[in-house]
């Protein structure tokens, strides 16, 4: 396994009163695999992704990362910088160098690279996010437009190319355009063995590229298998108010066997309809 | 980041928090003079009777009045050591160096840390029962014979006020931007001193640059809203201040003027 | 140079006292970054430069004054000789840039906000000495504590003013100072 929380708790001290914001967690992630975790405002998912990339410390419980345990004293976060990635909830706001050349190249400034190396990331990275690499590279980043950052921002985690990638609502407010694009990298990204931990509401493209849910409900796992398995519990999920995928929903309607892709449901619904006409 | 900060506003039902703010200003400095007016043993009675009794009718926590003191036990034993040690008299009780300790060194001393402690719980008291805001509007109405001097006293307040409203807002946003750029890998311990104040660019730019953009949002905001001008400005209908918040004033100027005759 | 409106300056005002809770507070983790680089320092020279001499003015006072009321940071005993400094800062770099034209505006924030923390030094430790530590703070003290203890800091304001001027220019949160013909 190459993450595994046990028993994890966090705390929150609160003018001398103690609140929850995790409880008892455990979860055991593989490598390479796709994990979308969805739960409602402020339900504390945001913490645990934090946690895992060691930068809240847990009140008490375990985090292992390869089977070490990030927070023991003996352990180098230098190594867990290197093999992790973390796109923050709007990471346009964390630019600030003169150029997106020098931006993307901050997460690789201490690692042992040549500038040949350096540079051949940089590039990969930038038209990864679909830019062209000499027309943006002596750009400020702080002139360009908003989904402009966005995805300079991002490709700035990407040059490090982490083993693990953890994405907090990458999507949200991105054009349909840049959103489809995005999707399409980390299910590349997640076809060369990254393991990838997306939040997000927005349970379509989760259904997408996700192959495994983990609902998290006021600080505790409620519901954690397979996008199918989750998404058949519309009832519960609805509750916590949490929404179900298009095709889920939709396959539900029209008592279609159930699927949680829209491909898988266009093809459903085109059999159906051809059964019929037979 | 979940340092509570200290001094600020706790909620609670009593005479002191419903007291108008303007009044209770003018009472804290009318006691700010008793506490500092401290010097024999009847001013010092009278000066921690009144307090003990202000924050019986506050209904506040211990801990939430002292909050600050804790903190400031190193700094009270450091400038009562100064005090001591550095006073300089000729009738020494015990000399070494440059300490000279006197009686008149520790008397000065313990009169200095009395002070400060009766001071800070003073105004722990005023933050903790006045929101920002009230406060802010209070010495805006006080400080108004100030604009004969053309000081523009409702552009200071709304610079405070929207200053403090900040400051939670900004607060979160730096814990984050810290984050992000310690998980790409920032770090802080360079030797060379020129590297080191750049480490600190990936921290400062981002900071300025959120806490800018919420400025400039916040104007358009405004100007869309109408807003024309701070002088321009209609104010709240005047409120004249109750009976009872005259009975307290009348109350802290009779101990005011009483500490100057003790 | 185009103006911005009164209200924006006030708003900028405002954040920069904001930013000098908050800087103190989010570098509090990282060792020894609080004592030695005051980064209070920041926000008062960028908002004399940005807004003016008045608005810098106020940022100085103000800052370090509710700083201390709401962190207890400064201590009290520090707080009006650094009220003097900061609030002397943002008055001279507000004023030094209305007489500084070099046309590049680098060039201008760099020469102005030398001026303010020379001044801001002069006339706190001149405080010092005659007012709140009147014949305790001699010139040997002044040189130590605003000069030598002050140079990781020193260093970084110089970096991060001029940074933080040009990074804002870029991001069209302030004007240009000398717009493109």
Redesign the interface.
Known sequence: MQIQLKQLCLQ?????RKSDVLQDIDLQIGRGEFIGIMGRTGCGKTSLV?LM?G?LTPTSGQVLIDGEDINSRHYDK?IL??K???V??Y?E????E?TVYRDVA??L??SKLSKKEVEARVRQALEDMGFDFAAIREE?P??LSGGEKRRVAIA??LA?QPEILILDEPIAGLDPQARDAFLKLLKKLHAQGTTILMISHNADALADCAHRLIVINDGKKALDGTVEEVFSHEEVLSQMHLDVSFASRMSKKLALPHSVTYEAFVQNLKAKLGGDAQ | MNRSMTGQYVQKDSVLHKMDARAKLLCFILLLVVMLKAKTVFSYGLAAVTLVAVCALSKLSFSALTSTLSRMTTFLIVIFLMNALFFSTQEAIWKWGIFTLSREGIVQGLHVVAHVVLVLVLSNLLTCTTTPIELTTALEVLLKPLKVFRIPVEMIALVLSVALSFIPTLLQEADTIRKAQIARGARFESRNLIEKARSFLPLILPIFLCAFRRADELSLAMEARGYRGAAKRTKKAKIPLKKSDLLALGICSCICAVQFFL | MTKMSILKRALICAVCIALCVVLPMAFHSIPDAGSILSPMHIPALLCGLVCGPWFGLLCGLAGPLLSSQLTGMPMMAYLPPMMVELAVYGLVAGLMMQFVRTKKSLADVVISMIVAMLVGRIVAGAAKALIFAAGEFTMAMWISSYFVAMIPGIIMHLVAVPALYYALEKAHLIPRRYPKA
Not at chain 1, 12 to 16: F, L, Q
Not at chain 1, 93 to 96: G, P, V
């Open positions: 929150y001290d609160c003018e001398g934090q990339a930068l230098t910088r290197g992790l990635g973390y923050f909830q990471p706001y964390q630019l600030f003169t901050f997460a400034k201490y400020s702080l002139a700035g985690v490090a």
